[in-house]
């Protein structure tokens, strides 16, 4: 019998003591004050596929599933606090050797929609157009898209749901009825409830998990970091044509792109782009270049941006708010140099900027200025040295890129040095689309690229070895270098959660964390510190703490593990208990 209690009293320790360790590793959130943090890698997990194959045309998800005439591919996307573009397809595209373009006064496009489901008050009109994708040269095939519609809707109230209806009721070919929300007011004490950041989606098994996984996190707006469709790859990595493009079409002077992807993306991602905003920015492979020297001209029509509205004259580069978020979405591959419209826009832009009204500054543009990964490395340098300065006299708080295949997070740096008021950096370009994750770092032995490698699509090329610093005198770093906070090869997408003008919480989801509750990959406060970065005073706000309703959200997660873990500790005790008590019974 004292054998017995002993063995109790162990077990009661050592669950009380899982339990304490369990809660504090699982839910101690660490913020940006705690930086800068040592680097850590997370390797590819070995378990896990490199890649998926395309999704076919054929699958449910990407076949249209509308009669002629009548809306699909229905997307949202911001235009201002008070305005909303609607923007869908009708009419079937074509693709062939000879090819008719629609008429796009063929029919109307018309937004019916009003605060009340089935109750339309109010008729929003737009325009529509029509664009073809020629590729004149024996062998390849010409495509025309169906008509594309944009409608601006306007005089909307913030913070308000809206119920919508489009087509051409004259048909009548109208859609089903929609809803989304405007958002509150700019204000430092207003914002969106959950930000999803994706970069180079593609449309692969994997990019289907990080969609679904993303609209089970019920995102309020998307920002979609470049790279979306991968429609220039289809047919040789991604259909089951060709194993490569130059072998197959030896004598096409040109890389010919399977357009109807677009299509099967747009349906594809309706269920959510119907619903929520989203903010897209165009990165390599989107520039599908055709005969005349004609290139992105799928991504410049099928997708409305509040350009105008933010005093841009190129649909490459705008900005917007949400709630006290001023987002600048910046083009790579479009002039960035100091004496380009792009610079000179942005300087406006971040002049134009109250951060008494939206403390918070993010940008986005697709390839990374800060990225350890072999992939890509060093690739847009050229645009950071022409860029950065600018970002860091201003202040920008984050900055989210794609293009590499993996996550990475940065501490906060400014020209490769460690800067507490310096951006958050993080690459998200691990949608699943059907190029594999990248897993090779060019600090390890042997994968430092060389100078030939990483030239990019657009822009110069700027690699350098360092000038200072710890890896002075070379190109790449020997160790995870000290900028780079934590990466990981793997597929996902992230929530960004503002809660008040100083805290935001930025977690990352991993896809083979889909269904597992409360499980993350990364996750930290980003924390601003006006009062260390700001000389104006007026831009001095006084740091706010993380609210209780935060706080207590997670100590009610607390409880629920402690509860449960109690519930399996008093199980374990029982059955070691019935266990003593059968032996003592046989003795
Ligand atoms: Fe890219």
Redesign the pocket.
């Known amino acids: 019998m004292k054998i017995c209690n002993f063995c109790m009293s162990l077990t009661i320790v050592l669950v009380m003591i899982t339990n304490i360790n369990m809660v504090v590793s699982k839910r101690h959130i660490p913020t940006t004050l705690d930086g800068p943090f040592k680097p850590v890698t997370r390797r590819f997990d070995s378990s896990l596929r490199r890649g998926s194959d395309d999704l076919p045309m054929t699958h449910p998800r990407l076949k249209m599933n509308v009669t002629l005439n009548f809306p699909e591919q229905i997307a949202l996307a911001i235009s201002s606090p008070t305005s909303m573009w609607i923007s869908w397809i009708t009419g079937k595209s074509q693709i062939g050797l000879n090819v008719t373009p629609l008429d796009p006064a063929s029919i109307g496009s018309e937004v019916w929609y009003g605060k009340k489901s089935g109750k339309y008050t109010n008729v929003g009109k737009g325009d529509s157009l029509v664009y073809s994708q020629l590729y004149p040269f024996e062998g390849l095939l010409n495509y025309t898209s169906g008509i594309i519609h944009h409608v601006k809707l306007e005089g909307l109230e913030p913070g308000t749901r809206y119920y919508y209806k489009c087509g051409d009721s004259s048909i009548p070919a109208m859609s089903q009825e929609n809803y989304f929300e405007t958002f509150a007011k700019p204000s430092p004490k207003n914002y969106p409830a959950r930000i999803a950041v994706i ?2 989606l593609g449309l692969t098994s994997n990019s289907s998990t990080t969609v679904d996984h993303l609209s089970y996190n019920d995102p309020s707006m998307i920002l979609m970091i ?2 979306l469709t991968y429609a220039n790859q289809y047919l040789t990595t991604g259909g089951k044509g060709a194993s490569c493009f130059s072998c197959a079409f030896p004598d096409a002077p040109i890389r010919e792109t399977y357009q109807p992807r677009w299509d099967g993306w747009g349906r594809f991602m309706q269920p959510l782009t119907s619903k929520v905003p989203m903010m897209v920015i165009e ?3 989107e520039i599908e270049p055709q005969a005349d020297g004609i290139t992105f001209k799928s991504y410049l029509t099928r997708f409305a941006v509040p350009a105008e509205e933010s005093g841009s004259k190129s649909n490459f580069f705008y900005s917007f708010d949400t709630g006290g978020i001023h987002f600048i979405m910046l083009g790579a591959y479009v002039d960035y140099n100091k004496t380009g419209a792009q610079f000179d826009w942005l300087k406006k832009d971040l002049q134009n900027v109250d951060r008494s009204v939206t403390p918070w500054l993010v940008a986005t543009m ?2 990374p200025w800060y990225n350890s990964y072999a992939s ?1 490395y060093q690739e847009f340098e050229c645009m950071r040295l022409e860029m950065e300065a600018l970002l860091y006299q201003y202040r920008v708080d984050i900055i989210f890129n ?3 295949h993996a996550y990475e997070r940065m501490n906060r740096v400014y020209n490769y040095t460690l800067d507490p008021c310096g951006p958050i950096y993080i690459t998200v ?1 691990d949608g699943g689309n059907i190029e594999k994750v990248d897993v090779d770092h060019a600090d390890e032995p042997g994968k430092c690229p060389s100078s030939g490698d990483n030239i990019p699509e657009f822009g110069g090329v700027c690699h350098s070895n360092f000038t200072f610093g710890p890896a002075k005198g070379n190109f790449c770093w020997k160790k995870q270098p000290e900028w780079s906070a934590f990466r990981e090869s793997s597929f996902g997408h992230g929530i960004l959660e503002v809660v008040n003008s100083t805290y935001a919480l930025w977690t990352w989801h991993r896809n083979q964390d889909s269904y597992k509750e409360n499980a993350v990959g990364d996750q930290i406060y980003i924390v601003r510190q006006p009062e260390l970065c700001f000389k104006d005073s007026k831009l001095q706000d006084s740091q706010q703490s993380l609210p209780h309703s935060a706080a207590s959200s997670h100590l009610s997660q607390d409880l629920s593990i402690i509860i449960s873990q109690l519930i399996i500790g008093v199980l374990l005790i029982y059955g070691l208990y019935s266990h003593v008590n059968q032996i003592r019974f046989k003795d």
């Open positions: 970069g180079d470049g790279d990165g390599n492979h697709h390839p890509h794609g293009h590499v370009g």
